[in-house]
């Protein structure tokens, strides 16, 4: 079983809507969470850490649920910049070891 | 401060021969990461190095391929006799290695891609 799952899209949404992603991770002493961001060709870059109290930046909502080990994101108000794809990753119970979902692709048009 | 460094950017190299691409942590990072990337797949782990210590080596293959990352100067991953297959994204990253879960995330290089002729 992997560590991190994601489901991989793409997703085709239009400009303005709003969509979540969902990511579940296996290891229960998993200590940490994060959403990345990546655009073709290009680094990971990191969209924002997830906190088990839910976390907001503009646009984007992180929920941490650890009971069911589940993460999500969601953007609100798509743009068509958003289009990318969207990592999910979890910092192991092995503390600095960092494991990566292999990415949901979403896919915003006019 | 500047970010993660890489180079080369790009390097072309043709079967046998041996590729190093080098990586530079962020200032006061003390811990490194590659992974390799293949064009439509995801980010796959090969090693996390801290100062002299290899601390976890298992994505790397077992033939061809070492790392390093030395008291002074950059991280080193090194392929030995490259063959087509080893052409993808290498991407580098780096974190402080503080042990608190707020402040302890991963940075990454913009990547050397390699293509192997």
């Known amino acids: 079983r992997k560590e991190v799952e994601q489901d991989p899209g793409p997703f085709n949404v239009p400009e303005g809507a709003t969509v979540a992603f969902n990511c579940t991770y296996s290891?229960?002493?998993?200590?940490?969470f994060f959403w990345y961001r990546q655009d073709c060709r290009k680094e990971p870059k990191l969209l924002m850490s997830?906190?088990?109290s839910g976390n907001e930046d503009g646009r984007f909502t992180a929920q941490l649920n650890r009971a069911s080990q589940y993460i999500s994101l969601l953007i609100r108000d798509s743009k068509l910049s958003d289009s990318a794809t969207y990592l999910c990753?979890?910092?192991?119970?092995?503390?600095?070891?960092?494991?990566f979902g292999s990415g949901t692709k979403l896919n915003v048009k006019p | 401060n500047a970010g993660v460094m890489q180079n080369p950017r790009h390097l072309v190299r043709r079967r046998g021969q041996e590729a190093r691409l080098r990586c530079s942590p962020m200032?006061?990072?003390?811990?490194v990461y590659w992974y390799r990337q293949l064009p439509e797949e995801g980010l796959k782990f090969m090693v996390y190095?801290?100062?002299?210590?290899?601390?976890?080596e298992s994505g790397m293959p077992k033939e061809r391929f070492s790392a390093e990352f030395p008291k002074e100067g950059p991280s080193i991953l090194r392929i030995q006799q490259v063959v087509r297959g080893d052409s993808a994204a290498y991407f580098c990253?780096?974190?402080?290695?503080?042990?608190?879960?707020?402040?302890?995330?991963?940075?990454f290089g913009p990547g050397t891609r390699l293509t192997v002729l």
């Open positions: 990253a780096s974190s402080p290695g503080s042990g608190r879960a707020s402040t302890d995330t991963q940075y």
């Open positions: 290891n229960s002493a998993s200590q940490s």
């Open positions: 997830v906190y088990s």
């Open positions: 990753v979890v910092r192991g119970y092995n503390f600095n070891k960092f494991y």
């Open positions: 200032k006061g990072h003390s811990h």
């Open positions: 190095l801290q100062k002299e210590n290899i601390i976890d």
